[in-house]
């Protein structure tokens, strides 16, 4: 991969910096020790302001990914001895990290929501997915998108399992921004909304291999949605 970084167009681009940078760190082109490109290097590479990018540096150095050296540079920290919130992590994962992370919460939660959720859970779900149609009528895709994280919330905390919901929580504070690319590119699909009506229906019946198959369907149709993106 080219340690060379790629113009962002955003209205957050502070994040979108920060998410690149990350990358760089996790893959390894940022070396633990290493210094990272000049302020005017990344304004250049990134196509973005001074002040974009000396928020994001500061953002990092927060999260103990980078140290600055005053008359030196911006360096990276060894990741060994640093102490990076949960959510700076997930924001420097590969879209496959994603993925296969997805795959593991997600599964596991229906299974374990078909097995452990409470009558408020499926009221919870259901006003969730009314939101959904609601927001696709009126052509709101970040409202559809929202929406649509809140009813996999949902499922997580009707798993009854409070960990697993904190760490679906974390995790879909970054996927959020994934989906909202996903959807404003190639529109709400149809098969979205019999999926999830089919996953409410197989939890409010405690059907857990049935939750699986429809939360397994939905993540196939995903994931192949996004790699139709990724390889336009």
């Known amino acids: 991969m080219p340690s060379r970084l790629t113009p962002v167009r955003s209205r957050k681009l502070g994040d979108l910096v920060i998410q690149q940078i990350q990358e760089k760190i996790s893959l390894g082109i940022f070396a633990p020790g290493a210094k990272i490109p000049t302020e005017p290097t990344l304004m ?3 196509g973005v302001g001074r002040s974009t990018v000396r928020e994001a540096i ?5 999260a ?3 140290e600055v050296r005053q008359g030196d540079g ?3 920290l060894d990741r060994t001895t640093g102490h990076e919130p949960l959510e700076y992590r997930l924001r420097r994962s590969t879209a496959e990290e994603i993925r296969e992370v997805r795959r593991i919460i997600e599964v596991e939660t229906a299974r374990l929501a078909a097995q452990n959720r409470t009558p408020a859970d499926i009221d919870t779900m259901r006003e969730a997915l009314e939101k959904k ?6 052509g709101d895709s970040h409202g559809y998108v929202t929406a649509d994280i809140a009813f ?3 499922v997580a905390a009707a798993s009854g399992n409070g960990l697993l919901a904190d760490l679906y929580r974390s995790f879909s504070m970054v996927f959020q921004d994934f989906l909202d690319i996903l959807i ?3 529109g709400v699909n149809q098969y979205q909304d019999r999926i999830h009506h089919g996953l409410l229906d197989a939890i409010a019946d405690k059907d857990p291999d049935k939750a699986v198959s429809f939360a397994m369907e939905a993540l196939d149709r995903t994931t192949s949605d996004a790699k139709a993106l990724e390889d336009r």
């Open 58 to 62: 500061r953002v990092l150095v927060s």
């Open 152 to 154: 996999h919330t949902a």
């Open 64 to 66: 103990g990914l980078l």
């Open 184 to 186: 404003a590119d190639r």
């Open 74 to 76: 911006t360096y990276v």
């Open 133 to 138: 149609r609601t927001a696709r009528a009126a």
């Open 44 to 46: 250049a590479q990134l």
